[in-house]
């Protein structure tokens, strides 16, 4: 059996990397705060659990051998784990017990469930409470301070608001959809004469989506829609509509299994582009979990537009 010691790359990662990055016994003692003689004993015990020469001395300094490169090429995977394991630790330990949220429905569909999945699967201690709600009204939240983060669609004003401070993330397209074999979806281009003989599945007055639809009625000389059914939810929107002559707008259809069975209503002036991002107070520092889970949503925006 082998009895050299398997601790010695560990043991020796800095002081390996050290001599590679300076090339010179007496500068890698320095950078190292030891001496000379205690650096190069080190080496030699290193060398000896090995069995083989690491560096090569010569006028000007030190050299990795073949042994050393091999070596060294392990110290530095060995320290990019622990720098990685450290600020996992790091994270655990200023991980607040509970974080505050806000959401809007364009989140709610898919990116913000996986996104807080990813976060309590990989930080087991994490408490998230989500509260949903009109827009305005956790605005008015997050400014009194009982939400930490929001995720929502580009409120109306916000760049009037000194207090919050708005990230753009994803541009999100709503479509008017209706189940498939209603009678709209039989139509290549629909106009609003048709659309408004349907209810809809829509927020409450004071919800961004269902001000939309109203104004741009208005804004054609229709009467407003008829609301047939008011919610906040866009699950149970999509229920509705799935087993009704209802319509209502979604985030675009492309890629959400949970919208099967329904169709876009191509009906120009009634799509609407809009920006989804974040909304957070002017100066406040988020809680790791905050910043953890922001991140998380950052990188599935991203592979989104992709």
């Known amino acids: 059996m082998n009895s050299r010691n398997t601790l010695t790359p560990l043991k020796y990662v800095e ?10 016994i007496s500068r890698a003692a320095d950078a190292l705060v030891m001496t000379q003689s205690a650096l190069t004993k080190a080496l030699k015990r290193a ?3 090995l069995g083989q020469a690491l560096f090569t001395r010569h006028a000007r300094g030190v050299v990795p051998t073949a042994a050393g490169q091999v070596a060294l090429e392990h110290a530095r ?10 600020n996992k630790i790091d994270e655990l330990r200023d991980f607040p017990g509970l974080l505050n949220i806000g959401a809007g429905a364009s989140f709610l569909d898919s990116i913000l469930p996986q996104a807080i999945a990813q976060v309590v699967t990989h930080y087991p201690s994490a408490e998230i409470r989500l509260r949903i709600e009109s827009v305005p009204r956790l ?22 608001m000194r207090d919050v401070e708005w990230t753009p993330l994803l541009n999100n397209t709503m479509d008017i959809v209706a189940r498939a074999g209603h009678p709209l979806t039989q139509m290549r281009q629909v106009k609003m004469t048709e659309i408004e003989k349907f209810g809809w599945v829509l927020g409450s007055m004071n919800d961004p989506q269902r001000q939309f639809v109203e104004s741009t009625f208005l804004a054609n000389g229709r009467i407003s829609p008829r609301v047939t059914v008011e919610t906040l939810s866009r699950g149970v929107a999509i229920r509705i509509v799935q087993q009704s002559d ?11 299994a949970d919208y099967r069975d329904l ?9 609407w582009d809009r920006i989804a991002g974040t909304a957070t107070r002017v100066g406040y520092k988020l809680p790791t ?18």
């Not at 002081?15 to 010179?24: K, P, V, Y």
């Not at 169709?263 to 799509?271: A, E, K, M, S």
């Open 263 to 271: 169709v876009r209503i191509n009906c120009p002036q009634l799509r």
């Open 246 to 256: 209802l319509l209502t707008l979604v985030p675009g259809l492309r890629s959400n």
């Open 77 to 86: 995977i060995i320290k990019n784990h622990s720098v990685e394991t450290l």
């Open 15 to 24: 002081i390996l990397l050290t001599l590679e990055q300076f090339g010179s």
């Open 289 to 306: 979990s905050g910043r953890v889970l922001l991140n998380r949503i950052k990188q599935i925006c991203m592979d989104a537009e992709r």
């Open 47 to 49: 060398e000896k659990d």
């Open 139 to 160: 605005l008015n939240r997050l400014r009194d301070g009982e939400l930490d983060l929001l995720f929502v669609s580009e409120p109306v004003g916000i760049a009037r």
